[in-house]
Each structure stands twice: as C-alpha cells, then as structure tokens.
C-alpha cells in the first residue's frame, strides 16, 4: 500500500483557498449593497418594533409593616403602577401566617382601615388585589398588636449644635448636604432626631 504524505496539507490548502474565496465573495456582496447580514425583520413598514416589553404591573401596601397599640387605628393604602383602565380593588386577610386568605366583605376601596386594633388581630397579613384592563398584582402587609406602648428614649435638651456630623466624601471627594432637626411628630412629640442626606 501506497501513501501520500502530502495528502493532508494538500486538502488544508484547498479548505484555507475555498474559506477565503467565500470570504471575498461575502465582502464584494455586502460592499455592493446587494448582502445581509442578520435575520429578516417581522416588522410591518412603518411601525415601531424595538420589542421593548411593557414595564411589569406592580402593587405595594403602605405602610408594608404596622405595630400598633390595642386600641388604635390602622389604615393601609394600595398604591398601583402600571396597571390601566379602571381599577378595582379587593382586600384579604390570612389568619395562618399567608398560608390562605379570605376575602374581607365590602374591602373593596383603595384603602383599607381597622378600626381598632386588638390583639386577636396580632400576626395578622392584609393583601390586596388591584385589578385592570391589562394585568392584576398583589401585595400584603403585616400587622403587629402590642398591649403595651414601646419603650421611647428622648433627648430632651435637642440642640442641633450639640452634635457633630462627619460626612463621609466619596470617590470625588465630594460631601453630601446635610440638615438635622428635632421632629415634633411621628411619636414622642419632640423625641426624633431628623437627619436629611
């Protein structure tokens, strides 16, 4: 038997020619306007077809977690994003930690309030469910019941001056503004010390 030991490198010289004539021919094709290069586009002529899709509807409850005293109210708001048409609303409870829910009768406004609080509604999760034309989304928020006040610790003498802020400066070496003020709202009158980046 006879062998030819320049019979491979003869056919990778005939693969490298044939790739590069297939290569000129492309170039020449595409350089002339007449090549393509891609898949064809499904788009009809004069329609905007980024294929961006929607952003997704959403739901939050505000405020998404509540302590309250026995005895207080509390009211939840459902706030919607990217849901169209008239919306409609329907609120639920779960008394077994978001296992199940049932629906509350006539809950069905964008807001949804307990009169007062007590403490078989400890533990408690609150849903609700915003429909529309294009989508529905939920969100839940979860209820604490205390039957005592929580512990306030206050700073009586509050003076703005009596506190020292560093700033930490970032990469640019630029400081963020900042204001500190007593708040005389949201708990203890005169008991929070506000900070504002």
């Known amino acids: 038997m006879r062998c030819n030991r320049f019979f491979a490198p003869t056919l990778w010289l005939r693969a490298l020619a044939l790739v590069g004539i297939m290569s000129i021919g492309l170039i020449s094709a595409i350089g002339s306007g007449g ?3 891609g898949l064809p586009s499904d788009c009809p002529a004069g ?8 952003p997704l509807p959403t739901v939050s409850v505000q405020p998404p977690y509540v302590t309250a005293l026995v005895g207080t109210p509390v009211t ?3 706030e919607a994003s ?14 077994d930690g978001g296992a199940t829910y049932a629906d509350i009768s006539g809950a069905t406004g964008k807001t ?8 078989g509604d400890d533990a408690a999760i609150f849903a609700v469910v915003v429909r529309g034309s294009n989508a529905a989304a939920s969100a839940v928020s979860h209820l604490v019941v205390s039957a005592v006040p929580g512990v306030v610790y206050e700073d009586g003498e509050f003076q703005g001056a009596d506190w020292l802020v560093t ?3 970032d990469s640019n070496g630029l400081s963020p503004a900042h204001t500190e003020e007593r708040v005389a709202t949201g708990g203890n009158p005169g008991a929070y010390r506000k900070m504002v980046f």
């Not at 329609?47 to 929607?54: A, T």
Request: hydrophobic content about 40%; glycine content about 6%.
């Open 35 to 37: 090549g393509y290069i």
């Open 167 to 169: 700033p930490f400066a």
């Open 76 to 78: 939840y708001t459902a």
């Open 47 to 54: 329609l905007d077809c980024s294929h961006v899709p929607p």
């Open 82 to 95: 990217n849901i169209l048409g008239n919306l409609t609303y329907q609120w639920s409870r779960s008394f």
């Open 112 to 119: 949804y309030s307990l009169a007062s609080a007590n403490l």
